[in-house]
Each structure stands twice: as C-alpha cells, then as structure tokens.
C-alpha cells in the first residue's frame, strides 16, 4: 500500500486520472460526459450529492429568447441544438420538450423595444415573431387584457434538470467514468513548474494532470486552491410552486422586463412596486408535467443564504398576478431559493487559466441548465487541443485580469 504525506494529514493513493472534474451539477456532470465520450479517463468528484446545488432548485429552461444578441444567443442556439441528440444517447428520459417561450409585453415603448429586439435575433436566423395584441391573447387568454403583445420564440426548450444530470452521470459511467460524490475537495497539489499535480479529497488523492473546475457558486473557492481568483459570487433567486390545476398557459411565459432586470438595464424603468425593484422581481411563469406551475423570479445579493423571504414571496406573487389575475385564486403549496453562480459581464468563464492544466466552467448564473452541453462540449476540446466549436475569446477568465473586479461588491 503506498502512502504519502500530503499537508499534514496521510493519505492513501488509490487513484489516477486524466482530468478530474469538481462539482456534480448540469455543468460537470456535462463536462463528465463529454470527455468519457472522447475515452478520456475522468474522474468527478462532488462535495454532496448530484444536483444537490444549483442545479437541484432551478427551473429547467433552455432559452434563447432572454439572451443578448450575437455571442451571447449564438452560444446558446449551439447548446439548444445539442439537447435532442445527446436525449437520444442516454438511457434515461430527461423530459426534453420544445414547446417556445414568450415574452409578455406589457407597453407601446416595450414593444418598439421588444420589435427590435425581435428583428436582431430574426437576422441570425432565430426562430422569433412578434404577435399583436389580438394574437397574444388569443394564444394566451388568461393573460391580463392590457397586455399589449408578445414575442415568441418557437425553439426554446424545457427539461428536468435533475434527470439531466444524472442521465449524464450514467452516460459517463457506461463510457467508463468514475463519480465519486459526497467527497469534498481539500487541496490541489502542484508540481514544481506550477502546473496541476494532484486533487485531494477527504481521505485520499487522486493524481492527475488536468482539473476542471466546475464548482457554480463554489468555484471561487476551489480557485483559491491554486492561487487564482475567480470573480463569481452567488446571487439568490427564489421560486413559488402552485397546486395541480388548470393550465394557466400552454407553455413558459416571461415579462419582456425580465431582459431588463436580468442585465442590469439602467435605461429601463418598469411600472414596479419599490420591492419589486429591489429585490429584482420579474414575472418568470413556467408550467409543469405536474399540471402545476412555477413562479419566478428574483435576484438579490444574500451571500450563501438559502431560506425564503415572505417580502419577496410576495412580491413575485403580486407580479404574477398582474400578469395573470386568475392566479390569485390558485393556492401556492410550498417556495424554495437557490443560488446562481453570478459574474460581473454576465456571461460564463470556460477557460484554461494560468495555472497549467487547470480549467474553469462556472458562472452561468441562470443559463447553467441551457449551456451545460455546449460548456461540456468546449471543455473537452480544450482538454483535447482541438478547435473550440465557437471562437471562445469572450469568455477567458483573463477577460477579468486588468479590471478591477470585487466579487464581494454588487453589481
């Protein structure tokens, strides 16, 4: 039995890998796949059970229709496009479905808004129209009657993010992968020249080259580990749960204020209550295989804080009235928050680094479930030396190296 000392503590070494891969959410358990696809020899360690961050308390959504023009939609049509092909190598049913999205409009100056929007995402050859006020409600006839129209995006997509993840681990598995869970990472070791050496977890090590962080709102942590600092923080959302009931809409429907309060838009005021505002409420409506619905959303800086707020409960249920009046009549059984891991430009870090051998894939604040295939993807060509799918320049952790990023402030 070969034994070593390694920080103090006595280890036994019982494993090697090519690339180890840290965290058990969509986005590991997608980078898992990808490489166990290419025979490489990975092993994926996560701290808790799979699904039991992020992943586990979100909704599921595969969207272009919320996504910025250019980069940020074309990345994210690329891993839509994914989602069919990879339902059809697993084994386990994941709930993938294309039903489309709509974006609620509320005003004339949000359609002129929400038109060239439309027209932006039409040129790159999206599938989105804009309807009228006589032909969203026509679609949707519980909206409320001073909705003024709607965009439609045909192609988005739901799916059960938890069947996602572990259709991916047993689809790594089957591919010769090892998943070790419940197991926390304590340390990376270097070799002399700085490049990754080592992963240790409790009790032992895994010896290995290469290590893909992959930790959502614990990657800063784990880039600590190796000297590097890693601008993403946690940014809470909380979400209420209906009775089983009548299908209040066929399909997921958000408020076009919802762009606004995702990104930030200083130029935007929306006709919102002052906790509204503060707490980032934006309708976020999504219907379920339950024959229940979900209610969204919100977005506030609590650190790792996980418990519901009866002030922003309510708030996000005051704005689903608004959209939907029938709502107030429907029972709400249970709430939950989780945390997405945020970055200050919004967009995720998929990366080499420069530390050797060590990779980042986090911080997908809310598009985690949508990207994951794409991040998998890109990860294991990076691992490979192969050419990126999508020119990947944007999305380089160096982007941050001559800002002055604080990942403790709010932005």
Same mark, same amino acid.
């Given at each position: 039995?070969?034994?070593?000392?390694?920080?103090?503590?006595?280890?036994?070494? /019982?494993?090697?890998?090519?690339?180890?891969?840290?965290?058990?959410?969509?986005?590991?358990?997608?980078?898992?796949?990808?490489?166990?696809?290419?025979?490489?020899?990975?092993?994926?360690?996560?701290?808790?059970?799979?699904?039991?961050?992020?992943?586990?308390?979100?909704?599921?959504?595969?969207?272009?229709?919320?996504?910025?023009?250019?980069?940020?939609?074309?990345?994210?049509?690329?891993?839509?496009?994914?989602?069919?092909?990879?339902?059809?190598?697993?084994?386990?049913?994941?709930?993938?479905?294309?039903?489309?999205?709509?974006?609620?409009?509320?005003?004339?100056?949000?359609?002129?808004?929400?038109? /060239?929007?439309?027209?932006?995402?039409?040129?790159?050859?999206?599938?989105?129209?804009?309807?009228?006020?006589?032909?969203?409600?026509?679609?949707?006839?519980?909206?409320?009657?001073?909705?003024?129209?709607?965009?439609?995006?045909?192609?988005?997509?739901?799916?059960?993010?938890?069947?996602?993840?572990?259709?991916?681990?047993?689809?790594?598995?089957?591919?010769?992968?090892?998943?070790?869970?419940?197991?926390?990472?304590?340390?990376?070791?270097?070799?002399?020249?700085?490049?990754?050496?080592?992963?240790?977890?409790?009790?032992?090590?895994?010896? /290995?080259?290469?290590?893909?962080?992959?930790?959502? &709102?614990?990657?800063?942590?784990?880039?600590?580990?190796?000297?590097?600092?890693?601008?993403?923080?946690?940014?809470?959302?909380?979400?209420?749960?209906?009775?089983?009931?009548?299908?209040?809409?066929?399909?997921?429907?958000?408020?076009?204020?919802?762009?606004?309060?995702?990104?930030?838009?200083?130029?935007?005021?929306?006709?919102?209550?002052?906790?509204?505002?503060?707490?980032?409420?934006? =309708?976020?409506?999504?219907?379920?295989?339950?024959?229940?619905?979900? &209610?969204?959303?919100?977005?506030?800086?609590?650190?790792?804080?996980?418990?519901?707020?009866?002030?922003? =409960?309510?708030?996000?249920?005051?704005?689903?009235?608004?959209?939907?009046?029938?709502?107030?009549?429907?029972?709400?059984?249970?709430?939950?928050?989780?945390?997405?891991?945020?970055?200050?430009?919004?967009?995720?870090?998929?990366?080499?680094?420069?530390?050797?051998?060590?990779?980042?894939?986090?911080?997908?604040?809310?598009?985690?479930?949508?990207?994951?295939?794409?991040?998998?993807?890109?990860?294991?060509?990076?691992?490979?030396?192969?050419?990126?799918?999508?020119?990947?320049?944007?999305?380089?952790?160096?982007?941050?190296?001559?800002? =002055?990023?604080?990942?403790?402030?709010?932005?």
């Amino acid at each position: 039995m070969n034994w070593i000392l390694f920080c103090g503590e006595r280890m036994n070494t /019982t494993k090697t890998a090519d690339v180890v891969v840290i965290g058990g959410g969509v986005v590991g358990t997608a980078i898992a796949y990808f490489l166990a696809r290419k025979n490489i020899d990975v092993i994926l360690v996560e701290k808790g059970a799979i699904t039991a961050g992020t992943s586990g308390r979100c909704e599921g959504d595969v969207l272009v229709c919320d996504k910025e023009p250019g980069f940020d939609s074309r990345l994210t049509r690329l891993s839509q496009d994914l989602f069919p092909q990879i339902e059809n190598e697993l084994d386990d049913d994941i709930g993938w479905v294309q039903k489309g999205s709509l974006l609620a409009i509320e005003n004339e100056a949000e359609m002129e808004a929400a038109k /060239t929007l439309c027209s932006q995402l039409a040129a790159e050859g999206l599938p989105v129209r804009i309807l009228d006020k006589y032909e969203v409600h026509e679609d949707e006839p519980y909206l409320a009657p001073d909705i003024v129209g709607g965009m439609e995006t045909d192609c988005d997509g739901s799916l059960n993010p938890m069947a996602l993840a572990y259709g991916l681990v047993n689809g790594a598995k089957k591919r010769g992968a090892k998943v070790l869970t419940h197991r926390a990472v304590t340390g990376i070791g270097l070799d002399a020249n700085g490049g990754v050496e080592r992963v240790v977890i409790e009790g032992e090590e895994i010896l /290995t080259k290469q290590v893909v962080n992959a930790a959502g &709102v614990w990657a800063a942590e784990i880039g600590k580990l190796v000297g590097l600092d890693i601008p993403i923080k946690p940014r809470q959302g909380q979400m209420l749960v209906a009775e089983r009931t009548f299908p209040v809409a066929r399909r997921k429907v958000m408020e076009f204020g919802y762009m606004m309060a995702k990104f930030d838009s200083e130029g935007y005021v929306r006709q919102v209550t002052p906790e509204m505002k503060k707490y980032g409420v934006a =309708l976020v409506f999504e219907p379920t295989e339950a024959q229940n619905f979900l &209610v969204g959303s919100s977005r506030r800086f609590v650190g790792m804080d996980t418990s519901c707020h009866i002030d922003v =409960l309510r708030a996000l249920a005051q704005r689903a009235i608004r959209f939907f009046p029938v709502i107030k009549d429907i029972r709400i059984i249970r709430s939950y928050a989780g945390l997405r891991p945020f970055t200050p430009d919004h967009l995720p870090i998929i990366s080499e680094t420069e530390v050797p051998g060590f990779y980042v894939a986090a911080g997908h604040e809310g598009d985690g479930i949508g990207l994951s295939l794409i991040t998998g993807k890109l990860i294991s060509q990076m691992v490979c030396d192969e050419e990126p799918e999508i020119p990947i320049g944007a999305l380089k952790l160096s982007r941050f190296k001559n800002k =002055l990023v604080n990942p403790s402030q709010e932005s």
